[in-house]
C-alpha cells in the first residue's frame, strides 16, 4: 500500500524536525538571529579590503508603482562587509547631503525602492561635538540605507555649561522619538563611534538587549570587562521600559553603562553581543581617549540594586527648550535641570 505525501512516516518525521530546529532558532536569538540566519556572511572577514559606505547605494532607486512596491529583501543586495572608515579629511554638510538624497527633513528615511521590514530609531546624546557629529552623519546615514531599514536620526542636546549627563539625555531621547512612531528598535549612539561593517546590522533582539559595539579600536577591538556595555546598544522599547531606562543620576561620571547592565540583569534579562567580527567600530579622536580607555578597563561602583526601580524613566523631568527638523537629523535641545548639590563640610 503507498503512501501519500502527507501520510509519510519519514515526511513526518522531518517535518517535526524542521519545526523543533526552526522554533530552537527564535527561541536563541530573536528576531535578529532570524535576520542574520538570512545573511550570508563571510568569515573570517578581511578588514585590509574595504570598500566606501556609498558603494552601489545608488542602485536603490524609486520604485515605478508604489502601490505595488513589495517589501525589501531579508539580505540586502549591496553589502560589501569591511568599510573605509577615515577621519582625516571633515566632510561639509552640503557634501553629506548630496551624498544621500533620499534622505527626508529631520533624518528620516524609507527605502525608495522596497517596504521595509524593520523601523529602527538612532538616539545620540551630545554637546558641542560638532566635528564628530559631521563625520558620524557622513558614514551613518549610508551605512543604515544600505541595511534597507526605516529609520530617524534625533540628536538630543544638552544646553547650559553644566556637567554632561549621557544617561538622563538617553531617557529623553527614548521618550521624545516614541511620540512619533512606533519604533521597533531604539539605537543608543555614541557621537564618536562609526560602524566598520555593513553586516552589523541595527535591529533589535526580540528577547534581549544587545551590545552592538563589541570590538571598539581603541580597546584594541576586544571587551575591556565582561559586562561592559558601552558605546552603541539596540533596545526595543519593551526592554527599555523593563528596566525602567538609564538612571538620571550619573552627571559626568561614566559610569551609566555598567549600571544599566546591572539593570538589565536585576530585570530579568541578559546581554546579547554582536560577534566580535562584525562588531567593530573606530572611535574618533576628541582630547579625552586617555581618560576613556581608563575608565572603560573597570565597572563603575554601583548603587543600582537598591535605586533602579525608583531612579531612570519613571522619574525623569525635564524642559524641551526647541525641536527643529535639519536636513540631515531631528535636533532636541534640552534642559535637564542641575546635579543635586552635596552638603558641604564644615570645618571644625
Given at each position: 500500500m503507498s503512501f501519500s505525501r502527507v501520510e509519510n512516516p519519514c515526511f513526518l518525521l522531518f517535518l517535526v524536525i524542521f519545526q523543533a530546529i526552526f522554533i530552537l532558532i527564535l527561541y536563541r536569538g530573536g528576531a535578529s538571529s532570524v535576520f542574520r540566519g538570512f545573511?550570508?556572511?563571510?568569515?573570517?572577514?578581511?578588514?585590509?579590503?574595504?570598500?566606501?559606505?556609498?558603494?552601489?547605494?545608488?542602485?536603490?532607486?524609486?520604485?515605478?508603482?508604489?502601490?505595488?512596491?513589495?517589501?525589501?529583501?531579508?539580505?540586502?543586495?549591496?553589502?560589501?562587509?569591511?568599510?573605509?572608515?577615515?577621519?582625516?579629511?571633515?566632510?561639509?554638510?552640503?557634501?553629506?547631503?548630496?551624498?544621500?538624497?533620499?534622505?527626508?527633513?529631520?533624518g528620516r528615511y524609507s527605502p525608495p525602492h522596497c517596504l521595509a521590514r524593520y523601523k529602527t530609531a538612532i538616539i545620540v546624546p551630545h554637546r558641542n561635538r560638532e566635528k564628530q557629529l559631521r563625520h558620524l552623519l557622513y558614514y551613518l546615514h549610508p551605512f543604515l540605507q544600505r541595511q534597507q531599514l526605516h529609520y530617524h536620526i534625533y540628536l538630543i542636546h544638552q544646553a547650559g555649561n553644566g556637567p554632561f549627563n549621557q544617561a538622563k539625555l538617553l531617557n529623553i531621547g527614548v521618550r521624545e522619538a516614541m511620540k512619533d512612531d512606533d519604533w521597533d528598535c531604539l539605537l543608543l549612539h555614541n557621537v564618536d563611534l562609526v560602524p566598520e561593517n555593513d553586516y552589523n546590522l541595527y535591529?533589535?533582539?526580540?528577547?534581549?538587549?544587545?551590545?552592538?559595539?563589541?570590538?571598539?579600536?581603541?580597546?584594541?577591538?576586544?571587551?575591556?570587562?565582561?559586562?561592559?556595555?558601552?558605546?552603541?546598544?539596540?533596545?526595543?522599547?519593551?526592554?527599555?521600559?523593563?528596566?525602567?531606562?538609564?538612571?538620571?543620576?550619573?552627571?559626568?561620571?561614566?559610569?551609566?553603562h555598567d549600571d544599566i547592565a546591572e539593570r538589565i540583569r536585576l530585570a530579568g534579562m541578559k546581554i546579547v553581543r554582536t560577534p566580535l567580527h562584525l562588531g567593530r567600530y573606530k572611535k574618533m579622536d576628541h582630547g579625552q581617549i586617555l581618560d576613556y580607555t581608563e575608565n572603560a578597563k573597570r565597572p563603575a561602583v554601583l548603587h543600582t540594586r537598591t535605586t533602579w526601580k525608583d531612579d531612570g524613566m519613571n522619574s525623569?523631568?525635564?524642559?524641551?527648550?526647541?525641536?527643529?527638523?535639519?536636513?540631515?537629523?531631528?535636533?532636541i535641545t534640552v534642559d535637564i535641570g542641575d546635579p543635586p548639590m552635596l552638603p558641604s563640610l564644615r570645618k571644625t
Open positions: 545573511l550570508d556572511v563571510p568569515h573570517p572577514l578581511d578588514y585590509s579590503k574595504t570598500e566606501d559606505v556609498y558603494t552601489n547605494l545608488s542602485l536603490f532607486i524609486h520604485a515605478p508603482n508604489k502601490e505595488t512596491m513589495p517589501y525589501c529583501t531579508p539580505q540586502s543586495p549591496i553589502f560589501v562587509g569591511p568599510l573605509t572608515i577615515t577621519f582625516n579629511t571633515l566632510p561639509s554638510e552640503r557634501t553629506i547631503i548630496s551624498k544621500n538624497p533620499y534622505v527626508q527633513l529631520g535591529v533589535c533582539d526580540e528577547y534581549y538587549p544587545k551590545h552592538m559595539s563589541s570590538a571598539i579600536d581603541k580597546l584594541q577591538y576586544s571587551l575591556p570587562y565582561w559586562s561592559f556595555f558601552g558605546g552603541v546598544s539596540a533596545l526595543t522599547p519593551e526592554h527599555y521600559m523593563k528596566m525602567n531606562g538609564f538612571p538620571n543620576t550619573y552627571w559626568d561620571r561614566g559610569g551609566e525623569l523631568e525635564f524642559k524641551v527648550l526647541a525641536k527643529k527638523q535639519y536636513p540631515l537629523y531631528t535636533n
